[in-house]
């Protein structure tokens, strides 16, 4: 199960930071993210990691921005997200599979990825 918390209305270059609270995976065969969607498009990858963040995946429009870490004691990796612009106003989900990495990237489709948890809209406006 997934379970992400964390969105909200921020302005222009404020801070948000998501929460994805996991169960029943195994990072060390699954990798978890966070993947957006706006309405009348694809989910798109925006993150994504294995057991540890320092081989994480990043969205070319997300990079220097965000930063995906874990808290395995917790069962949770966050996205925590600064300067954020009103084209990151998307629906956030958390999401796992084996083969996460080819649809975080967009290699795959993210119609593929096995396991999603509910979204969380994040909206970026003065």
């Known amino acids: 199960q997934l379970q992400a918390s964390g969105g909200g209305l921020v302005q222009p270059g404020g801070s948000l930071r998501l929460s994805c609270v996991y169960s029943g995976f195994d990072l060390g065969e699954y990798a978890i993210g966070w993947f957006r969607q706006v309405p009348g498009k694809e989910r798109e990858g925006v993150s994504c990691m294995g057991v540890s963040a320092r081989s994480a995946y990043y969205a070319d429009s997300v990079k220097g921005r965000f930063t995906i870490s874990s808290d395995h004691t917790k069962n949770t990796i966050y996205l925590q997200m600064n300067n954020l612009k009103p084209e990151d106003t998307a629906a956030y989900y958390c999401?796992?599979?084996?083969?996460?990495?080819?649809?975080?990237?967009?290699?795959?489709?993210?119609?593929?990825?096995?396991?999603w948890g509910q979204g969380t809209q994040v909206t970026v406006s003065s």
């Open positions: 999401a796992a599979d084996v083969a996460l990495y080819y649809s975080c990237s967009g290699q795959d489709s993210s119609s593929n990825v096995a396991f």
